[in-house]
């Protein structure tokens, strides 16, 4: 049977197979968090390699949330973490954000987690977590009238409602996004009703979660996001 791609096979360069090496270290146990790596010295004398190539192998851990690594000192295992790995994303993340329909894309994106994280909730929380929740709402009450305050306990409540999934993966991405779309609020709010639709809007969504009303909560998630969407583009249209 004739082969079907032409595509050469890629040589592989030697820092990359450094890092495959320790990386299985890490997995099955032998280099656990908080240990320390060998020194240079010793990963060139195990690896027979240049310290050129155990640099390269030690920021590739580094960039990949692996390692810690600081001038002068050997590098330290870490635990890899949801958020760690979204720092490395955010560079690019800021380039897509740039690209035509880019901040659109990213609003539907949010829609769509935080419309799963609303339904999770419905279902899912219990009375204390209903009580937090009731909490961050009156302090996003209060900081009406003082957009600053309000921008943060705005996403002080959602960050609550990531939090009921109890996914450290769920609310590192919540709080990632936060970030990305930071200019959205900041726009946004500055809209005479703005901070009091959200308010509501607010209000609704605890209320189906203390409910437990996963299609009510994806209907107040949905409607107040998307008004706020709203906001965000009649606000960038009156900048022009």
Not at 92 to 104: F, K, N, V, Y
Not at 170 to 178: E, G, N, Q, R, V
């Amino acid at each position: 049977m004739p082969l079907t791609t032409t595509t050469p096979i890629r040589k592989r360069k030697l820092y990359e197979e450094i890092v495959d090496r320790l990386e299985a270290s890490m997995l099955d146990g032998s280099l656990a968090p908080g240990e320390q790596l060998p020194s240079e010295r010793e990963l060139m004398a195990t690896f027979q390699v240049g310290r050129t190539a155990v640099r390269e192998a030690l920021f590739a851990l580094n960039r990949m949330g692996l390692i810690n690594l600081q001038n002068g000192e050997r590098a330290i295992v870490t635990q890899p973490s949801a958020s760690a790995l979204l720092d490395e994303l955010s560079p690019s993340i800021r380039h897509m954000l740039q690209a035509p329909d880019g901040i659109r894309n990213f609003q539907g994106a949010r829609i769509l987690f935080e419309v799963a994280l609303a339904r999770h909730a419905a279902r899912h929380a219990s009375a204390a977590d209903i009580a937090r929740l009731a909490e961050a709402l009156d302090r996003n009450k209060q900081a009406l009238g003082d957009n600053d305050a309000f921008v943060e306990t705005d996403v002080g409540f959602h960050f609550v409602l990531a939090e009921i999934a109890r996914n450290p993966i769920f609310t590192s991405l919540h709080a990632a996004i936060a970030a990305w779309l930071k200019e959205q609020r900041a726009i946004s709010v500055r809209q005479p009703t703005s901070p009091e639709h959200a308010y509501k809007a607010h209000a609704r969504i605890h209320k189906a979660v203390a409910a437990h009303d996963p299609d009510a909560a994806e209907r107040a998630v949905r409607q107040h996001l998307e008004e706020v969407t709203r906001f965000y583009w009649q606000a960038k249209a009156e900048q022009t």
